[in-house]
Nanobody, 125 residues
Framework: QERLAESGGGLVHAGDSLRLSCAGT????????VGWFRQSPGKEREIVAA????????LYGDFVEGRFTISRNNAKNTVFLQMRNLKPEDTAVYYC??????????????????WGQGTQVTVSS
């Protein structure tokens, strides 16, 4: 059983930056693909970014437009989401999730088996 813990959310102004962290507790975490998703009230959960176990492949949601970067440090069992030039529409609960089975990155929520509790990101205008 993998447990994930997100941190780094908060209240910022439009144009600011935040870095979210996702820490895994199991040593196998370093072998999992990991994704960041977000959900705002009344909207479906959507992919923000994902990264393969070794960091050599990433994917991003269309709305990212080069503002976010996903990375990982397997020695520390941690995946990061660096967010820049935040917009009010980025306000959401951000979740990290791990896919222990797939070798190919997927934006599909159903591929991700383990989920964190989420961290709130609020961007004021």
């Amino acid at each position: 059983q993998e447990r994930l813990a997100e941190s780094g959310g908060g209240l910022v102004h439009a144009g600011d930056s935040l870095r979210l962290s996702c820490a895994g507790t199991n040593d196998d975490f370093s072998s999992y693909a990991v994704g960041w998703f977000r959900q705002s009230p009344g909207k479906e959960r959507e992919i923000v970014a994902a990264i393969t176990w070794n960091g050599d492949t990433t994917l991003y949601g269309d709305f990212v437009e080069g503002r976010f970067t996903i990375s990982r440090n397997n020695a520390k069992n941690t995946v990061f989401l660096q967010m820049r030039n935040l917009k009010p529409e980025d306000t959401a609960v951000y979740y990290c999730a791990a896919d222990p089975h797939s070798l190919i990155l997927s934006p599909a929520i159903g591929k991700y088996l383990y989920w964190g509790q989420g961290t709130q990101v609020t961007v004021s205008s």
